[in-house]
T-cell receptor, first 111, second 113 residues
Framework: QQPVQSPQAVILREGEDAVINCSSS?????VHWYRQKHGEAPVFLMI?????EQKGHEKISASFNEKKQQSSLYLTASQLSYSGTYFCGTESTSGTYKYIFGTGTRLKVLA | DAGVTQSPTHLIKTRGQHVTLRCSPI?????VSWYQQVLGQGPQFIFQYYEKEERGRGNFPDRFSARQFPNYSSELNVNALLLGDSALYLC????????????FGPGTRLTVT
Protein backbone atom coordinates (compact mmCIF):
# COMPACT_ATOMS: atom_id res chain seq x y z
CA GLN A 1 0.00 0.00 0.00
CA GLN A 2 1.40 3.36 -1.07
CA PRO A 3 2.18 5.80 1.76
CA VAL A 4 0.01 8.92 1.63
CA GLN A 5 1.68 12.30 1.87
CA SER A 6 0.15 15.57 3.00
CA PRO A 7 -0.22 18.23 1.91
CA GLN A 8 -0.32 17.44 -1.80
CA ALA A 9 1.12 20.85 -2.61
CA VAL A 10 2.35 23.88 -0.71
CA ILE A 11 3.58 27.35 -1.64
CA LEU A 12 5.96 29.20 0.65
CA ARG A 13 7.82 32.47 0.76
CA GLU A 14 11.55 32.36 1.34
CA GLY A 15 12.29 32.00 5.02
CA GLU A 16 9.01 30.30 5.90
CA ASP A 17 8.77 26.83 7.39
CA ALA A 18 6.96 23.76 6.11
CA VAL A 19 6.10 20.28 7.35
CA ILE A 20 5.46 17.36 5.03
CA ASN A 21 3.82 14.24 6.43
CA CYS A 22 4.00 10.64 5.27
CA SER A 23 1.49 8.11 6.61
CA SER A 24 1.37 4.39 6.03
CA SER A 25 -1.38 1.86 6.66
CA UNK A 26 1.29 -0.77 7.34
CA UNK A 27 4.14 -0.94 9.81
CA UNK A 28 7.15 1.15 8.89
CA UNK A 29 10.66 -0.05 9.65
CA UNK A 30 12.48 2.68 7.83
CA VAL A 31 11.56 5.81 5.91
CA HIS A 32 13.57 7.58 3.27
CA TRP A 33 12.98 11.11 2.05
CA TYR A 34 13.84 12.39 -1.44
CA ARG A 35 13.51 15.65 -3.33
CA GLN A 36 12.99 15.67 -7.07
CA LYS A 37 13.30 18.82 -9.14
CA HIS A 38 11.50 19.08 -12.43
CA GLY A 39 13.29 17.11 -15.14
CA GLU A 40 15.81 15.64 -12.71
CA ALA A 41 16.24 12.40 -10.80
CA PRO A 42 15.25 12.12 -7.12
CA VAL A 43 17.95 13.10 -4.64
CA PHE A 44 18.28 11.31 -1.31
CA LEU A 45 17.77 13.60 1.68
CA MET A 46 17.43 11.49 4.78
CA ILE A 47 16.84 8.05 6.17
CA UNK A 48 15.06 7.30 9.43
CA UNK A 49 15.35 3.88 10.96
CA UNK A 50 13.19 2.10 13.50
CA UNK A 51 14.67 2.84 16.89
CA UNK A 52 15.34 6.47 16.13
CA GLU A 53 18.59 6.36 14.21
CA GLN A 54 18.62 9.11 11.62
CA LYS A 55 21.06 9.69 8.80
CA GLY A 56 21.12 12.55 6.36
CA HIS A 57 23.35 15.08 4.78
CA GLU A 58 21.36 18.26 4.42
CA LYS A 59 20.13 20.85 6.89
CA ILE A 60 16.67 19.31 6.95
CA SER A 61 15.22 17.42 9.88
CA ALA A 62 12.69 14.65 10.16
CA SER A 63 10.86 12.56 12.69
CA PHE A 64 9.64 8.98 12.66
CA ASN A 65 6.75 7.81 14.81
CA GLU A 66 6.70 4.02 14.55
CA LYS A 67 3.50 3.61 16.54
CA LYS A 68 1.57 6.03 14.36
CA GLN A 69 3.28 4.70 11.24
CA GLN A 70 4.13 8.25 10.25
CA SER A 71 7.12 10.32 9.33
CA SER A 72 7.39 14.08 8.99
CA LEU A 73 9.94 16.17 7.14
CA TYR A 74 10.67 19.63 8.53
CA LEU A 75 11.92 22.38 6.25
CA THR A 76 12.91 25.47 8.20
CA ALA A 77 13.81 28.89 6.81
CA SER A 78 13.06 27.64 3.30
CA GLN A 79 15.22 28.68 0.38
CA LEU A 80 14.40 28.92 -3.31
CA SER A 81 16.45 25.76 -3.85
CA TYR A 82 13.98 23.78 -1.72
CA SER A 83 11.41 23.89 -4.50
CA GLY A 84 10.57 20.49 -5.95
CA THR A 85 8.52 17.41 -5.27
CA TYR A 86 9.21 15.57 -2.04
CA PHE A 87 8.70 11.84 -1.75
CA CYS A 88 8.88 9.55 1.20
CA GLY A 89 9.84 5.97 0.47
CA THR A 90 9.72 2.73 2.39
CA GLU A 91 10.21 -0.99 1.98
CA SER A 92 7.32 -3.38 1.79
CA THR A 93 7.15 -5.51 4.90
CA SER A 94 5.20 -8.41 3.45
CA GLY A 95 5.93 -10.90 0.69
CA THR A 96 8.80 -10.31 -1.67
CA TYR A 97 10.92 -7.18 -1.34
CA LYS A 98 9.44 -4.05 -2.82
CA TYR A 99 10.27 -0.40 -2.44
CA ILE A 100 7.35 2.01 -2.44
CA PHE A 101 7.36 5.77 -2.89
CA GLY A 102 4.72 7.95 -1.29
CA THR A 103 2.19 10.01 -3.22
CA GLY A 104 4.46 13.07 -3.31
CA THR A 105 4.23 16.69 -2.14
CA ARG A 106 4.90 19.55 -4.54
CA LEU A 107 6.62 22.44 -2.81
CA LYS A 108 7.28 25.82 -4.37
CA VAL A 109 9.27 28.53 -2.64
CA LEU A 110 8.75 32.07 -3.87
CA ALA A 111 11.13 34.97 -3.48
CA ASP B 1 33.68 10.34 -7.55
CA ALA B 2 31.45 9.40 -10.47
CA GLY B 3 27.78 9.05 -9.68
CA VAL B 4 25.32 6.59 -11.15
CA THR B 5 25.42 6.61 -14.93
CA GLN B 6 22.73 5.44 -17.33
CA SER B 7 22.64 4.94 -21.06
CA PRO B 8 21.19 5.92 -23.36
CA THR B 9 19.80 9.28 -22.25
CA HIS B 10 16.90 9.22 -24.66
CA LEU B 11 15.40 6.48 -26.78
CA ILE B 12 12.55 6.25 -29.26
CA LYS B 13 11.14 2.82 -30.08
CA THR B 14 8.15 1.44 -31.95
CA ARG B 15 5.43 -0.72 -30.42
CA GLY B 16 6.42 -4.37 -30.35
CA GLN B 17 10.16 -3.72 -30.29
CA HIS B 18 12.42 -4.51 -27.37
CA VAL B 19 14.80 -2.23 -25.50
CA THR B 20 17.83 -2.60 -23.26
CA LEU B 21 18.73 0.08 -20.76
CA ARG B 22 22.04 0.14 -18.93
CA CYS B 23 23.18 1.35 -15.53
CA SER B 24 26.54 1.65 -13.82
CA PRO B 25 26.37 2.08 -10.05
CA ILE B 26 28.59 4.17 -7.84
CA UNK B 27 31.92 2.47 -7.25
CA UNK B 28 31.66 0.15 -4.27
CA UNK B 29 27.87 -0.10 -4.39
CA UNK B 30 26.61 -3.64 -4.75
CA UNK B 31 22.88 -3.06 -5.18
CA VAL B 32 20.99 -1.66 -8.13
CA SER B 33 17.29 -0.88 -8.33
CA TRP B 34 15.19 0.03 -11.35
CA TYR B 35 12.18 2.34 -11.34
CA GLN B 36 9.66 3.55 -13.90
CA GLN B 37 8.41 7.10 -13.58
CA VAL B 38 5.49 8.26 -15.66
CA LEU B 39 5.08 12.02 -16.04
CA GLY B 40 3.40 13.53 -13.00
CA GLN B 41 3.72 10.43 -10.83
CA GLY B 42 6.25 9.07 -8.39
CA PRO B 43 8.75 6.35 -9.28
CA GLN B 44 7.39 2.81 -9.40
CA PHE B 45 9.67 -0.01 -8.26
CA ILE B 46 10.52 -2.59 -10.93
CA PHE B 47 13.48 -4.64 -9.63
CA GLN B 48 16.24 -4.68 -7.08
CA TYR B 49 19.43 -6.68 -7.53
CA TYR B 50 22.01 -7.30 -4.85
CA GLU B 51 25.22 -9.23 -5.45
CA LYS B 52 23.89 -10.30 -8.86
CA GLU B 53 20.77 -11.89 -7.38
CA GLU B 54 17.23 -10.58 -7.79
CA ARG B 55 16.15 -9.39 -4.37
CA GLY B 56 12.80 -7.90 -5.20
CA ARG B 57 10.33 -7.39 -7.97
CA GLY B 58 7.51 -4.89 -8.39
CA ASN B 59 4.14 -5.37 -10.05
CA PHE B 60 5.36 -5.36 -13.63
CA PRO B 61 4.63 -7.93 -16.34
CA ASP B 62 7.12 -10.58 -17.39
CA ARG B 63 8.01 -8.43 -20.40
CA PHE B 64 10.29 -6.64 -17.96
CA SER B 65 13.49 -8.42 -16.97
CA ALA B 66 16.85 -7.40 -15.59
CA ARG B 67 20.21 -8.73 -14.61
CA GLN B 68 23.27 -7.59 -12.72
CA PHE B 69 26.79 -8.32 -13.88
CA PRO B 70 29.90 -9.27 -11.87
CA ASN B 71 31.04 -5.61 -11.96
CA TYR B 72 27.63 -4.69 -10.43
CA SER B 73 26.41 -2.86 -13.52
CA SER B 74 22.90 -3.75 -14.60
CA GLU B 75 20.63 -4.01 -17.61
CA LEU B 76 16.87 -3.61 -17.79
CA ASN B 77 15.18 -5.30 -20.73
CA VAL B 78 11.66 -4.64 -21.90
CA ASN B 79 10.12 -6.82 -24.61
CA ALA B 80 7.07 -6.25 -26.82
CA LEU B 81 6.95 -2.54 -26.04
CA LEU B 82 3.60 -0.89 -25.49
CA LEU B 83 2.71 2.79 -25.72
CA GLY B 84 2.22 2.73 -21.94
CA ASP B 85 5.87 1.84 -21.43
CA SER B 86 6.79 5.41 -22.35
CA ALA B 87 8.37 6.81 -19.22
CA LEU B 88 11.55 7.86 -17.48
CA TYR B 89 13.46 4.79 -16.32
CA LEU B 90 15.59 5.43 -13.28
CA CYS B 91 18.38 3.36 -11.89
CA UNK B 92 19.48 3.74 -8.28
CA UNK B 93 22.47 2.26 -6.56
CA UNK B 94 23.03 1.66 -2.87
CA UNK B 95 25.82 0.22 -0.83
CA UNK B 96 24.05 -2.91 0.35
CA UNK B 97 20.43 -2.57 -0.70
CA UNK B 98 17.60 -2.67 1.80
CA UNK B 99 17.49 0.26 4.20
CA UNK B 100 20.47 2.01 2.75
CA UNK B 101 20.25 5.33 0.96
CA UNK B 102 19.74 5.14 -2.78
CA UNK B 103 21.49 7.37 -5.28
CA PHE B 104 19.74 7.86 -8.58
CA GLY B 105 21.14 8.17 -12.06
CA PRO B 106 19.82 10.79 -14.49
CA GLY B 107 17.44 8.30 -16.09
CA THR B 108 16.65 7.12 -19.59
CA ARG B 109 13.68 8.76 -21.29
CA LEU B 110 11.92 6.08 -23.35
CA THR B 111 9.29 7.06 -25.89
CA VAL B 112 7.27 4.33 -27.57
CA THR B 113 5.42 5.33 -30.74
Amino acid sequence: QQPVQSPQAVILREGEDAVINCSSSKALYSVHWYRQKHGEAPVFLMILLKGGEQKGHEKISASFNEKKQQSSLYLTASQLSYSGTYFCGTESTSGTYKYIFGTGTRLKVLA
Amino acid sequence: DAGVTQSPTHLIKTRGQHVTLRCSPISGHKSVSWYQQVLGQGPQFIFQYYEKEERGRGNFPDRFSARQFPNYSSELNVNALLLGDSALYLCASSLLGGSYEQYFGPGTRLTVT
